[in-house]
């Protein structure tokens, strides 16, 4: 018996953390499970903005996620606010959410030359880790790790138009064809 424990004790470990990983899973999406269009969870994280409560019946979002800790982010914020100056009178909404506190975030923009001229949700893991699991590359699904960093969706009258992680001058070339494309249609 004694020469069994550990592997007793091996297979609890491992149940354990299977369990523990398939419940974090759930709740990270529990919170949005009971809506009809992938949109509606933005719409009413901004509904509850004073502020950002007009902007919750844009038709079209582009969604930003990023975070202070990741270099290409802050390196493409003076791109994102060119593509905002060019696009944000076609009636679409640019968002940049990330899950870290507001205070963070702010001191963080104190020290950078760039600031954003769109508009920022912080401390919205939740939102984060939903938009995530909507990411159509499957290797993409599961979390907010470093090479999901920065990431830039499309969302138009509920549905995914564009969705890619990470940086490149050609990643925002494609963002800024498909708001071309989403604005035409």
Known sequence: MIKKAPLILSILFITLLI????ISRWQQTAVFRNYDSIDEPI???LQQ???LA????????????????????????????K???????????FLAINGEKEKDVI???????NDFIYFHLHNRNDLCDYLF???????????????HLPSNLIIKNGE?????????????QQLEMAIKDCIKK
Do not use: H, M
């Open 19 to 22: 369990s523990n990983n398939v």
């Open 43 to 45: 719409r009413n994280v």
């Open 49 to 51: 903005d004073d502020f």
């Open 54 to 81: 007009d902007e919750s019946n844009n038709r079209i979002f582009v969604i930003n996620l990023w975070a202070t800790w990741c270099q290409p982010c802050a390196k493409e914020i003076p791109q994102l606010n």
């Open 83 to 93: 593509l905002v100056d060019k696009y944000e009178e076609d009636g679409i909404l």
């Open 107 to 113: 001191e963080w923009l104190d020290l950078q030359k």
């Open 133 to 147: 699991q909507l990411n159509p590359d499957q290797q993409y699904k599961v979390g907010q790790k470093p090479q």
């Open 160 to 172: 995914i138009k564009y969705f890619k992680s990470g940086y490149s001058e050609e990643n925002i």
